[in-house]
């Protein structure tokens, strides 16, 4: 079977990569690490593969605020991330990931791809990492979370990640088109409607900040249930639908 | 002072002692007279750069005069000699047991294990101390602490991929009674400038905080501890390095500033109210990524022949421990600089964050500096190590140091420190049962050695790299305490089908130490293992780490203590099998408060130890898992409350410390192992601060569910009390769920040994404790959990 070429990005202090490599290996895809250096200098270019992924970490140490300086690095390459977007390849931004593809203006998905959201400082002030019951939106088109069952656990790990939308038109646009495909059961950072993952209308561009890829086995949840000890677990299935989705 | 430097030569030894505190050197007399001694010897002056070198090289915190040199040691009337403590206790026990999966140990930045199946992997561990830092200036410290443990790992053989921090702090009291000194920083302070600290800097690195602990102590108002630990994998045929005469001296990653000018010599004294925060360090985590990431690289890619890092010292020793056999040049106005304004001797010696010495052939620099470049990671070449045995370090035309290395690694002078076993007063006494255990229980859950962490521990990024698979917080609702963690270094191996991963647990009893330091040492040591073997490891293969933090070595006493707590890691470790791998030591954690009151801390010796986990699926956690599954305990309740939580809350004038029985302990332990290894064990927790009831309340708060149990079975020393049996933290004991089908297999493991049932668990949210029919006590475990689960910070 065919095995599509995911590339994942990396920068300064991307941490969260060779974990999403690995994820993205297991089902069933051929990974790449590429440095945004490298697409800047013209050595690997985007439109090359299948599946495109933004993991986690602090990409330039969160200077400004989480995720701006990487999207600003993106800026130059904006066509060919748009048309990767727009061809509804399946694109996944993992918590800073996620931060990435607000600040760059790709979610929420706007015409003018501007900046109409972002993913401010937890309520409670400081980072926080700890697991989370999730509820998943099963009206949602999102690929990525198609055939969970409606209520998840996942970990979350950051510092800025309330959602907050200032424009009434843009929320309704979430909430119209079911894009929010993830909502916490207990909203750990006052983000607004509970968000905590949202996609594009094609559902095929997600951006969440738990961590599917550390929830990805069984062993993996703090409960260790007995009974599932050696089966995937739910993070598990984003990886593997977006590899689906492709072939 | 340069006209002071000028006649070094003929100083008298009041001058040269006034010259030292003047340079903030802390050499001592005989070491001020053996440097002019040789400098008369050469026929010249040495320059400030040489006297620099040697103060650094010299100092307590590079050399570890103390633990390494002569000790007589008198207990009553006998007298015992050592001519190195380290060697013939800590390094004998290692040299003794000879085994044959330690790759590398006391040589390079940390020690070494094999590591998985296959002998392809190293796992290699280390743990260190940066407490005068954190004293003074909290947060820096403790990021540079962390920053500066990380690059040791980074810097061990050719390289190690770091895949777990741990951290240990001792703080002052949060309620504490005292006036605290004009300068001194309050306990709160302190606490919360360390955890952010750690916090900000090994969540941005990308390393998960994933084990340690905390403890409070008024021992440590004036002296915290900061230990700060990282383990991280390397590739088997990456053990090795070595200098190749015609190599480049190549410094990647942070620049060279003004920040950290004797860090190493600060260490080495005791702090007053002179000491100022500009000996700290100001740490970047992201530039250490990015050496992080380039050093992965150029490791796999062959691009170097040594690395190591930048610690105390700086350019000085990593350099100099480079080149000590073939001889270093450098020069220093091509080092990047963060400040103009500095003296080419401050470049030497400045212990700037981040930076990285690589031994590099020339023919590999080009595609090193590709791979720096595409990292955007600073570096510069610093000069050669050219094979003359030379040290020659100039700037421009000047002359920082020129000396032969032989003259800074040999030649140390060291002087015999006596050392006197304290007398303490010890009561053996009954102790009086309380007027409500449930009561008791309540406040020891809510003390603050054993209360929840969670406050702390959610603040730091202990799941990332996906592999923390024993996790700090477990159990049912993600907030139990764990034993120890277990990490599948699923980012090193890149492997999801390879299960391979190993444990890390601690052990420290300062509280036990005051009384009997050579128990002390013996309990940390069985506390340790017994926290890998209840996360699941095997304990046959537990390597250690010793990190002995003390007040002033001039104390005979200070040295007392050190002598029997160093006795004691060698006896456990031959009875455990556990080799020591790496250690450190810090001296000098005392101070003085406004009335000259002297505050030394207790002799702390932290433990940290590993050991492999075959399969980490099969790890296990501490929460009571199912309804009906029988409770054992195992291990002989020890008679005495010394050194115990409950003393602290209800003096019982029993000062006794429990007495380890070693070898019944490992074989114990064998068989619980054997018993995991099948299967039969549900969950696991180690008996520890606070005893036996916390022990259960936390297994049963953990896993949501109750339990119904009578002490009577529980195997104990003759006359032990009950108050003893609950609340007595005497060692080698621990509470096991066995599942209910598997119990007739798991009692064929443990038949013949001090392993007792004691009820079972029940789906009802109460911990009910009888003793031989008489109820004890019986609390509603959310009761429990509320008094337990404290917001420390």
Known sequence: ?247 | MNDTLEKFNSLKSGQLEALDRAAGWSLNAAELAEVQRQFRRIGRRPTRGELETIAQTWSEHCKHKTFSGPVAYRAGRRVKKYKNLFKETIVKATKTLNRSWCLSVFKDNAGIVEFGKGGKWGLAFKAETHNHPCAVEPYGGAETGVGGVIRDILGVGLGAKPVLNTDTFCFGRLDRKYRLPKNALGPERIMRGVVEGVRDYGNRIGIPTAAGGIYFDDGYLLNPLVYVGCAGLIPADKIEKKVVPGDLIVSIGGRTGRDGIHGATFSSTNIDEETTSSAVQIGHAVNEKKTLDVLMRARDLGLYNAVTDCGAGGFSSAIGELGSETGAHVRLEKALLKDTRIEPWEIWVSESQERMILSVPKGKLKKLAAILDAENCEYCVLGEFPGDGRLLVTHGDEKVVDLPMAFLHGGVPNFEKPAVKRVVKVSARPPAPPEDPGKALEALLAHPNVCSRHSVITQYDHEVQGGTVGKPLQGRYGDGPGDAAVIWPQAATLDLRDYAGFAVGHGFAPAVGRIDPYQMALHSIDEAVRNLLCAGADVSRVAILDNFCAASPRDPRVMGDLVQAAEGCLAAALAYGAPFISGKDSFYNQSKDADGKEYPIPLSLLISATAPVEDVRRALTINFKEAGNPVYVAGVARRGMGGSVYNELSDTANNAVARLDMKAAVKLYAAVAGAMRAGCVAAAHDVSQGGLAVTLAEMAFSGGLGAELDLVPAAREKGLTVTELLFGEGPARLVLEIAKDRETEFLKYVSGLPVAEIGYVKEEPELSVSYGGGQLFSACIGRLKACWKKELI
């Open chain 1, 1 to 247: 079977m065919k095995r599509p070429k995911a590339i994942i990005l990396r920068g300064t202090a991307t941490n969260c990569d060779i974990e999403t490599f690995n994820s993205f290996r297991y089902v069933g895809a051929e990974p790449e690490l590429v440095h945004i250096n490298q697409l800047l200098a013209g050595e690997k270019e985007v439109l090359d593969y299948d599946i495109m992924a933004f993991p986690g970490g602090f990409s330039y140490g969160d200077d400004i605020s989480a995720g701006k300086i990487y999207a600003v690095k993106m800026a130059r390459l904006a066509g060919d991330f748009g048309k990767f977007i727009k061809g509804r390849r399946p694109v996944i931004g993992i918590c800073n990931g996620f931060q990435i593809l607000v600040k760059t203006g790709f979610l929420p998905a706007n015409r003018a791809d501007a900046q109409v959201s972002t993913l401010y400082t937890n309520d409670c002030g400081h980072f926080i990492a700890k697991w989370a019951k999730l509820k998943v939106n099963r009206r949602s088109p999102c690929i990525f979370t198609k055939g969970l069952p409606g209520e998840i656990e996942l970990p979350i790990a950051h510092g800025e990640g309330k959602f907050i939308v200032e424009d009434k038109e843009e929320l309704a646009a979430i909430t119209g088109g079911e894009l929010h495909a993830l909502t916490y059961a207990d909203n750990p950072n006052g983000s607004m409607l509970d968000i905590a993952g949202i996609c594009s209308p094609s559902g095929t561009c997600f951006g969440l900040m738990p961590h599917p890829e550390r929830n990805f086995f069984s062993w993996q949840n703090p409960g260790r249930p007995e009974a599932d000890r050696g089966a995937e677990a739910a993070g598990f299935q984003f990886f593997k639908n977006a590899v689906d989705y492709v072939r």
